[in-house]
């Protein structure tokens, strides 16, 4: 085994057992959570040791760097995630191997997605992204007002598939620092929208520094990154 096969190897063993423990602390079952590695900025080397090491779920957030990686990982047995905000005119490149796209935040968006998706033969899952506190700007989703009508576009759209809600804790405003409560705010919407759409109950929240708190509100899915991989080349 290489040196960065072995460190991965380290590094999921150790955000496994983190999953582990906040699942029996929840009173929740292990495979109630799945995990999903953000291999963005890493090479496909990487995404090939993760998939040999077990992983099943991985997640990019660039277009321009995904596409790539996806085509030279396309022989692995891997759902590849689209998390990162979403240009209408990437949108035909990122249906041609995301299997589900968790950045859904207006209707412009959804129109796009499932001409791309009809165009692809393909059936794309899609989460709507929702913004937690509406005076953060830049990272995409929309306010929870929203969540019910583009919920509606994405189940009534050909070629697309309404899974569920996805987050990214807020930096500022209301749920700033309180992690959880904006995790439990999330879940009270996938409740409100599982009224409508009974199978839509995929719940994405929790990264590296928060998994934890995002297990114990119920998330269906983590997105972990640095934890695995290591702390991203530029950005330290």
């Not at 063993?13 to 029996?24: D, G, L, N, T, Y």
Request: aromatic share 4%.
């Amino acid at each position: 085994m290489t040196e960065r096969k072995s460190q991965l190897a380290a590094n999921l063993a150790a955000v496994e057992e983190r999953i582990a423990a906040a699942c029996a602390a929840a009173g929740r079952k292990r495979e109630d959570v799945t995990l999903i590695v953000v291999t963005k900025t890493y090479p496909a080397s990487d995404v090939r040791f993760l998939s040999e090491l077990g992983v099943r779920h991985v997640a990019e957030n660039r277009d321009q760097d995904a596409a790539p990686k996806a085509a030279e990982c396309a022989d692995l047995p891997l759902t590849w995630h689209f998390v990162g905000q979403l240009q209408t005119n990437k949108v035909r490149s990122v249906v041609g191997y995301a299997d589900l796209v968790q950045s859904v935040d207006r209707p412009k968006l959804v129109t796009a997605l499932s001409a791309a998706a009809v165009r692809a033969e393909r059936e794309v899952g899609c989460l709507i992204q929702v913004a937690l506190d509406a005076e953060e700007n830049g990272r995409g989703g929309v306010g929870p007002g929203g969540i019910e009508e583009l919920a509606d576009l994405v189940a009534a759209a050909p070629g697309l598939r309404i899974d569920g809600l996805m987050t990214v804790a807020p930096l500022t405003g209301t749920y700033a620092g309180r992690q959880q409560a904006a995790f439990e705010r999330l879940m009270e919407f996938s409740t409100l929208m599982r009224a409508a759409h009974p199978a839509a109950n995929m719940v994405s929240a929790g990264m590296s520094a928060d998994l934890e708190q995002a297990v114990s509100a119920g998330a269906t899915h983590v997105r972990v990154g640095t934890a695995v991989l290591g702390v991203r080349p530029g950005l330290g």
